[in-house]
Every structure is written in C-alpha cells, then in structure tokens.
C-alpha cells in the first residue's frame, strides 16, 4: 500500500525532474550524469540521519532537501533541513559549509532559504530552482567585491563588507547607496527612501499609492534603476494593464536619463516589450499585460493581439474568468527568471484571478495604483510604503486641481435609432469567447452612441465656451470664480474661440 510520504516523494521525484535534476538511489550513485543530480537518502555524519535528498550540482554538494507528507506544516521542519545542511560527511567535495541550499517540501508546498543571505529565513516558492541557477549564485562576487566595484575607496560610503562567500539580491540590496537623485521631486525621492527600506527588511510585497499624473512610471524606472545598478536584479518584469500603456512604458524607459551620468536606460539595459512568446537572453526589463504572459507560461506559441488592447477596467464581470487561472511549471520561465515585478495600475482580478501567475515567481513584488481597494492592500499584507494623494500632489504643484462639469445631449438622455438599410452588417461579439459574428439586422434597433475620437476636441470645445462666464480668466490665469488664495492655476480656457452654445 502506498503510504501518504510515498506519494509525496513521488510528486517531489516528478517536480524535481521538471526542474531539470537527475534523481539517483544512494546505492547508483553517479555525480556525472547531468549537472544538477538529487541522491535519495544519503547518510550523513554521525549524529545526522539520513538527508532525503542530497543536492549536487557539477559533482559538488550544494543543498539538500527535506520532504514531508502532504499537509504536513513546514514551519518547524526548518531546523530539521539546517541540520541536514551542517551534517557533510568529511569525505564529500563542498564549495561552502554548512551547504548554502535548504529545501522543505511536500509535493504540494514548498519552501527555500539561502544560507548565503544576510537573515536566512525560509519563503514558499512554486517549484525547486534549476541547478544552473545555483550555479549562477554560486559564481556570484562577494559583497565585498561588488560594493568595491560600485564605489570608489574615498566616496566615504564604503567600509567593509563579506568576503568569504557569494553575495545574493537580499544582501546586495543593503548595500544600495544614499538615493540622492537630483532633478527628482521630493515626494519621488521619499517614495524609493520607503521602498528600499521595505526591502532591506525583506518584506516580499510592496504598494506604492499615487495620485493618477503624479509620475509613477518614472519613479518605478528609476527604482528599477538602482535595483539592476546597485542591487544586482538579474531581470525585471513590468506588468501593465493594455498594450498601448505598454508602449507608452517603454517610451519612459527609452527616455530616462541615469542621475549619476546622464546616459540612458536603454544605453545601458536592454529593455524589452513583448510582442511574441521569446524573451530576450540579454533583457534586463522585460514589458507585457499579464493577459500575454500567462499566455507565454502556458506555452502557447501565439497570442490573439486584441486581447492585449482590451482593458480589464473595461471588460464586462461575465468575460472575465470565473475561478482562479491554473498556472504549470514552464522550464524556458522558471519561478526564478525574475527579480522583481513591478505591476503597474492592474485590474482588481490580477490579486484573484490572475494571482498565480504573480506568486508564481520568487520575486520581489511592488505594485503602483491610484485608488486601491482592500483586497490590493491584503494582496500586498497591508505594507503601503507611500501614500501621495491628489490634494498633496495639487500643494506641491505636480498636478493641477480641476472641477467636474456634467453635461446632457438630446442623444445621451433621449437615445437613438440607426435605420437598417438593405444589405446593412451588423457586428456582435460574444463577450466570454471575443469571437466576432455578423448578423444583417431585421429591423432599426436602438443604440448605444459612440462619440469618436475626432469630434472630442470639438465637444470640449463648445462645453467650455458653454461655460465661459463661470471660469473667469485673469492675466493668463484661471481663478476657477474663487478669489485666489495662493498662486493660480495655470488655465487654457481663454484660448477658446467662441463657438455657439450647445444644443
């Protein structure tokens, strides 16, 4: 019969095979056939037990892995793995004692720690890192070759940091010089003050709260900035919500000028949007909807473009998916191919529907909004590191206030009618599938009526003339029928021709 440790080792065989692991019994052992190999129960020194994996990677013993039954709480077993990672036999070729890669799993969860960082504590990941990703870490500088080669011996930053051992994200991200940035707004500044703190006590999520117009792109460039720069992120991925709004964010990369000397972003780092389903060997920032990565995760080899164009904002509740997405292991996109994600003003569902494709990575996660929900700031486990409203934006003068003004057309209270001619097409989407039909209609049907992007200049136009008594201009400036308390608002409304009222 088969025992409930039994399956569990079972699952843990077929996830380490997909991460690219040869599994091996202790009596077979064989170091060279492939460079990552995991050696069921290996005995370790007296007074260890036996490991229930032993991890080597180009024949040296790196990590080791303790499995458990299913539902079985990892939170104690942490001591059990960094007993296993102090017990090497004396006779075993190791790069660092204890082994600096201890795994917990159950087939179902898993959970990892570096010994190599700062703090080691262990957080849940998707699946186990591939071994030409500890090879990776392993090869990474020490802290005290990496801060050497960032800062100059007499800047008066540097001091002293580890030399014994390869320095990881964790401890490279408390070294991140002083953000002194000139020509950024304070508020910016405060923001990456805050971030960066939040980081070097290795909180895993962050939310950044901004008014709309406050320039938060600019401020998550320059954060990607000193993260790639200074903490060494292999890859960022940019998260937006439609494809127009991933063009404008690679224009903001492809114009950011460093602070310390002036050369661009993309001078420097290959920036890349997506448009197919390959990412780039040397991009460093990688730009896409979450609709078309999850699409890359799942593999498939082509993707419906308009889906990209169309705005979770404005998909209607009954298109969007009715339970969470399923997410599988994907070997080109490892959980570990990105540092940091920075999602960028998403839709509700991305922190329901779409979380998997988010807690799929082992990644810092930091999300920018305007106006978040509380299901965002469970998401993020409450840690809000900035929170800039449009009132103190308006203060600082890096927005402009504005009053609404509701208007009403014949059309828009009254509705209308389009006369079906002979031969007239009509085209209806289905709103679950997007599939497009065309129906010839048998009689004039009511309408919803689209104002076209051509004729909004004109509307706004004849509204504001509409209203030119009641915004009273002065010297260039607009008192908006207030008496002015400080400095007035810059206002174009005086520019207007006169145009006659609307009907």
């Not at 080791?64 to 017990?87: C, H, I, T």
């Not at 498939?300 to 404005?314: A, G, M, Y």
């Given at each position: 019969?088969?025992?409930?440790?039994?399956?569990?080792?079972?699952?843990?065989?077929?996830?380490?095979?997909?991460?690219?692991?040869?599994?091996?019994?202790?009596?077979?052992?064989?170091?060279?056939?492939?460079?990552?190999?995991?050696?069921?129960?290996?005995?370790?020194?007296?007074?260890?037990?036996?490991?229930?994996?032993?991890?080597?990677?180009?024949?040296?013993?790196?990590?080791?892995?303790?499995?458990?039954?299913?539902?079985?709480?990892?939170?104690?077993?942490?001591?059990?793995?960094?007993?296993?990672?102090?017990?090497?036999?004396?006779?075993?070729?190791?790069?660092?004692?204890?082994?600096?890669?201890?795994?917990?799993?159950?087939?179902?969860?898993?959970?990892?720690?570096?010994?190599?960082?700062?703090?080691?504590?262990?957080?849940?990941i998707f699946q186990f890192h591939r071994p030409e990703t500890l090879v990776e870490w392993l090869e990474m500088e020490t802290l005290d070759e990496w801060v050497k080669s960032l800062s100059p011996p007499d800047d008066g930053l540097?001091?002293?940091?580890?030399?014994?051992?390869?320095?990881?994200?964790?401890?490279?991200?408390?070294?991140?010089?002083?953000?002194?940035?000139?020509?950024?707004?304070?508020?910016?500044?405060?923001?990456?003050?805050?971030?960066?703190?939040?980081?070097?006590?290795?909180?895993?999520?962050?939310?950044?709260?901004?008014?709309?117009?406050?320039?938060?792109?600019?401020?998550?460039?320059?954060?990607?900035?000193?993260?790639?720069?200074?903490?060494?992120?292999?890859?960022?991925?940019?998260?937006?919500?439609?494809?127009?709004?991933?063009?404008?964010?690679?224009?903001?990369?492809?114009?950011?000028?460093?602070?310390?000397?002036?050369?661009?972003?993309?001078?420097?780092?290959?920036?890349?949007?997506?448009?197919?389903?390959?990412?780039?060997?040397?991009?460093?920032?990688?730009?896409?909807?979450?609709?078309?990565?999850?699409?890359?995760?799942?593999?498939?080899?082509?993707?419906?473009?308009?889906?990209?164009?169309?705005?979770?904002?404005?998909?209607?509740?009954?298109?969007?998916?009715?339970?969470?997405?399923?997410?599988?292991?994907?070997?080109?996109?490892?959980?570990?191919?990105?540092?940091?994600?920075?999602?960028?003003?998403?839709?509700?569902?991305?922190?329901?529907?779409?979380?998997?494709?988010?807690?799929?990575?082992?990644?810092?996660?930091?999300?920018?909004?305007?106006?978040?929900?509380?299901?965002?700031?469970?998401?993020?486990?409450?840690?809000?590191?900035?929170?800039?409203?449009?009132?103190?934006?308006?203060?600082?003068?890096?927005?402009?206030?504005?009053?609404?003004?509701?208007?009403?057309?014949?059309?828009?209270?009254?509705?209308?009618?389009?006369?079906?001619?002979?031969?007239?097409?009509?085209?209806?989407?289905?709103?679950?599938?997007?599939?497009?039909?065309?129906?010839?209609?048998?009689?004039?049907?009511?309408?919803?009526?689209?104002?076209?992007?051509?004729?909004?200049?004109?509307?706004?136009?004849?509204?504001?003339?509409?209203?030119?008594?009641?915004?009273?201009?002065?010297?260039?400036?607009?008192?908006?029928?207030?008496?002015?308390?400080?400095?007035?608002?810059?206002?174009?409304?005086?520019?207007?021709?006169?145009?006659?009222?609307?009907?």
């Amino acid at each position: 019969m088969t025992t409930p440790e039994h399956q569990a080792r079972a699952v843990i065989d077929q996830q380490l095979e997909e991460s690219g692991w040869v599994i091996q019994d202790r009596a077979e052992i064989n170091l060279s056939a492939g460079l990552g190999v995991a050696i069921r129960e290996f005995k370790m020194k007296s007074g260890h037990g036996f490991a229930d994996y032993l991890l080597f990677v180009d024949s040296q013993a790196v990590g080791v892995l303790e499995a458990k039954k299913a539902g079985f709480p990892l939170g104690g077993v942490e001591v059990q793995g960094q007993k296993y990672s102090e017990g090497l036999p004396g006779n075993l070729d190791a790069p660092y004692a204890p082994l600096p890669f201890c795994y917990l799993s159950t087939g179902v969860e898993t959970r990892f720690s570096n010994n190599f960082d700062p703090h080691p504590r262990s957080r849940r990941i998707f699946q186990f890192h591939r071994p030409e990703t500890l090879v990776e870490w392993l090869e990474m500088e020490t802290l005290d070759e990496w801060v050497k080669s960032l800062s100059p011996p007499d800047d008066g930053l540097y001091t002293f940091a580890e030399d014994n051992k390869p320095s990881t994200l964790r401890s490279r991200i408390q070294t991140l010089p002083p953000d002194h940035i000139p020509n950024l707004w304070q508020n910016k500044v405060k923001v990456i003050t805050n971030l960066e703190q939040s980081l070097k006590k290795d909180k895993p999520r962050a939310l950044i709260q901004m008014a709309t117009g406050s320039g938060k792109t600019l401020l998550a460039v320059t954060a990607i900035y000193r993260l790639i720069k200074y903490g060494g992120a292999r890859r960022v991925l940019f998260l937006v919500d439609r494809g127009n709004l991933a063009e404008q964010t690679e224009k903001e990369f492809a114009g950011y000028r460093t602070p310390d000397d002036n050369r661009k972003f993309t001078e420097l780092y290959n920036v890349q949007r997506l448009q197919s389903a390959t990412i780039g060997s040397s991009s460093k920032v990688v730009i896409s909807t979450i609709q078309r990565f999850y699409s890359m995760l799942k593999g498939e080899p082509e993707f419906d473009e308009e889906s990209d164009e169309l705005s979770l904002f404005e998909t209607e509740e009954a298109a969007l998916p009715k339970e969470p997405l399923p997410v599988v292991y994907n070997k080109a996109i490892p959980p570990e191919y990105f540092d940091v994600i920075i999602i960028d003003e998403c839709h509700r569902s991305i922190y329901s529907l779409w979380r998997q494709v988010l807690e799929y990575f082992d990644a810092y996660l930091i999300g920018l909004t305007a106006t978040p929900a509380k299901h965002t700031f469970g998401f993020f486990n409450q840690n809000l590191v900035m929170e800039y409203s449009h009132e103190e934006a308006v203060a600082d003068g890096v927005n402009v206030d504005f009053e609404i003004y509701k208007i009403r057309t014949q059309i828009t209270a009254g509705g209308s009618t389009i006369e079906a001619e002979d031969g007239t097409m009509v085209g209806i989407r289905d709103r679950q599938t997007r599939q497009l039909r065309w129906e010839q209609p048998d009689e004039a049907s009511p309408a919803t009526v689209i104002v076209q992007s051509d004729t909004v200049p004109s509307l706004i136009l004849r509204v504001a003339a509409g209203h030119d008594q009641s915004l009273p201009v002065t010297n260039g400036n607009c008192t908006s029928g207030q008496a002015a308390t400080g400095p007035a608002l810059p206002c174009r409304l005086h520019f207007f021709p006169p145009c006659p009222s609307l009907e």
